[in-house]
């Protein structure tokens, strides 16, 4: 059972747009979400976070955005910049229980210049 | 302050055999989670230390083990190693565990 998807696989965007990425999350036990990147052969690097009291954290060109009564939480990246491809990745935990984040598959994101 | 290092970056093995992987926390971290990364399935949770105490576990066989020693270096232990076994290991660590986790940079290990 998936707990955490994401259902685009990959997401192509023009340099300078509006990227959206989306998550959808089953387990209402969920209270941290987390978006990160990651390139090929490297470890995941930490983007940015929400916890379920927010429904927006911005930080610089990123803004997550968390809807608890859809269990659906977005990643927006204004303006799209060419470094930006990679594949994202967003994960979630339960902050008084497991130790652990639970992550989507990720979505390739290829920003077109 | 210096991230996660995680060693050997690489690493190939044949069938049978076992091998450690060793990860670094960032200084101050105490809680250090192993996850697994493979293609079909994704990222995948190991197990969580936490002051030299495994906390949480995840659905791997019993071959899958760790440890953590004192000074909150962690490591990790496969033993009779099997194709399927091939991935990137990932190491991650924050102040206590569940919060934002920082990953290091992964040991790739191929099986033959």
């Known amino acids: 059972d998936q707990q955490v998807k994401q259902n685009s696989p990959s997401l192509s965007v023009q340099e300078g747009r509006i990227s959206i990425l989306n998550c959808d999350y089953t387990n209402s036990m969920f209270d941290y979400f987390l978006w990160y990147k990651k390139y090929p052969a490297e470890g995941p690097t930490f983007l940015i976070s929400?916890?379920?009291?927010?429904d927006k954290n911005e930080d610089g060109r990123f803004t997550v955005f968390l809807n608890k009564s859809a269990k659906h939480l977005s990643l927006h990246i204004v303006p799209s910049q060419p470094g930006d491809s990679a594949v994202y990745f967003c994960?979630?935990?339960?902050?008084?229980?497991?130790?652990?984040?639970?992550f989507g598959q990720g979505t390739r994101l290829t920003i077109n210049p | 302050k210096a991230g996660v290092t995680q060693t050997p970056r690489y690493l190939i093995k044949t069938r049978g055999q076992q091998v450690t992987l060793s990860c670094s926390p960032i200084s101050g971290h105490r809680s250090v989670s192993w996850y697994q990364q493979t293609p079909g399935q994704g990222l995948q949770f190991l197990f969580e230390?936490?002051?030299?105490?495994?906390?949480n576990k995840g659905n791997f066989p019993g071959r899958f083990s760790g440890r953590q020693f004192s000074n909150s270096r962690s490591e990790m232990n496969v033993s009779t190693l099997e194709l399927g076994d091939s991935a990137l290991y990932l190491c991650?660590?924050?102040?206590?565990?569940?919060?934002?986790?920082?990953f290091g940079p992964g040991t790739r290990l191929l099986v033959l």
């Open positions: 230390y936490f002051s030299e105490t495994q906390r």
């Open positions: 994960a979630a935990s339960i902050i008084q229980g497991a130790q652990k984040l639970v």
């Open positions: 929400i916890s379920s009291i927010k």
């Open positions: 991650a660590s924050s102040p206590q565990g569940a919060e934002t986790q920082y």
